[in-house]
């Protein structure tokens, strides 16, 4: 069976940078080498209302929720979890790979030009004008907070 260097992936950038995208296809070619993964698209582990008092974005939920898939994927024998996510500092980085149990984190930052990014974030929201104009001004937001 052929050998993962890393037990963890994480995909990080601001919104519409193909984070997503980007670990599907990585789990599909590790399916295709051969190696037992998993991918978790972070979005959805956060995905509840309201947010709480002092976490507009659901981290600690998503941590939780992390940390209880990571766990099961594990047991059911994945050698490498691919998560997209995004992580604003170190403490969160650190946090992500204690929730995902890793002991080799590959920590991957995509990034692509606002021009890039509005195509996909339109189509995306292409029926909500207010979520479009939101990403759109949270994208170059979010990559300076990531440079």
Same mark, same amino acid.
């Given at each position: 069976?052929?050998?993962?260097?890393?037990?963890?992936?994480?995909?990080?950038?601001?919104?519409?940078?193909?984070?997503?995208?980007?670990?599907?296809?990585?789990?599909?070619?590790?399916?295709?080498?051969?190696?037992?993964?998993?991918?978790?698209?972070?979005?959805?582990?956060?995905?509840?209302?309201?947010?709480?008092?002092?976490?507009?974005?659901?981290?600690?939920?998503?941590?939780?929720?992390?940390?209880?898939?990571?766990?099961?994927?594990?047991?059911?024998?994945?050698?490498?979890?691919?998560?997209?996510?995004?992580?604003?500092?170190?403490?969160?980085?650190?946090?992500?790979? !204690? +929730? $995902?149990?890793?002991?080799?984190?590959? @920590?991957?930052? &995509?990034?692509? *030009?606002? %021009?890039?990014?509005?195509?996909?974030?339109?189509?995306?929201?292409?029926?909500?004008? !207010? +979520? $479009?104009?939101?990403?759109?001004?949270? @994208?170059?937001? &979010?990559?300076? *907070?990531? %440079?």
């Amino acid at each position: 069976m052929p050998h993962a260097t890393f037990d963890t992936v994480l995909i990080n950038g601001s919104v519409g940078t193909g984070k997503t995208t980007t670990a599907e296809r990585l789990g599909g070619e590790l399916e295709r080498c051969g190696i037992p993964g998993a991918v978790i698209d972070a979005d959805w582990l956060r995905r509840s209302w309201p947010a709480p008092p002092g976490d507009p974005f659901r981290t600690d939920l998503s941590l939780e929720n992390m940390h209880a898939i990571a766990s099961n994927f594990r047991r059911a024998g994945a050698r490498v979890v691919v998560v997209a996510t995004v992580v604003e500092s170190l403490d969160e980085l650190q946090r992500s790979a !204690a +929730a $995902l149990a890793s002991r080799r984190l590959l @920590h991957v930052r &995509l990034t692509a *030009t606002s %021009d890039a990014v509005l195509p996909r974030l339109t189509r995306r929201h292409d029926d909500d004008e !207010a +979520a $479009l104009q939101w990403h759109t001004q949270r @994208h170059p937001e &979010l990559a300076r *907070t990531l %440079d």
